[in-house]
């Protein structure tokens, strides 16, 4: 019933930004919060940072003053702006949405993963 389709990964070197982007489409009538989480290769899935309807971030500590996200509720689209990028950023980074759909049911729903490698 929904799709989400992250974009924007790839190869940075240390220091250097990437923007990842996740556009949700389907039977949406509306969503909630939205965020992005992140797995390295051998550990958990951890939150990277989220962000309500409204605008209002939160962010893993690992990340603030780096890491900045954002929202376009017009295109169903969440945002993340990677800044001075280190080694320990490198993980597959997953989109997530609470999405309210047509039927007024609620899903959380996940894209399929985008991989950010930091390295010199």
């Known amino acids: 019933q929904v799709q989400l389709v992250e974009s924007g990964g790839g190869l940075v070197q240390p220091g250097g930004s990437l923007r990842l982007s996740c556009a949700a489409s389907g039977s949406i009538f509306s969503i909630n919060d939205m965020g992005w989480y992140r797995q390295a290769r051998g550990k958990q899935r951890e939150l990277v940072a989220r962000?309500?309807?409204?605008?209002?971030?939160n962010y893993a500590d690992s990340v603030k003053g780096r890491f900045t996200i954002s929202r376009d509720n017009a295109k169903n689209t969440v945002y993340l702006q990677m800044n001075s990028l280190k080694p320990e950023d490198t993980a597959v980074y997953y989109c997530n949405a609470d999405v309210v759909v047509t039927s007024r049911a609620l899903l959380s729903s996940w894209g399929q993963g985008t991989m950010v490698t930091v390295s010199s």
């Open positions: 962000i309500t309807r409204y605008g209002s971030p």
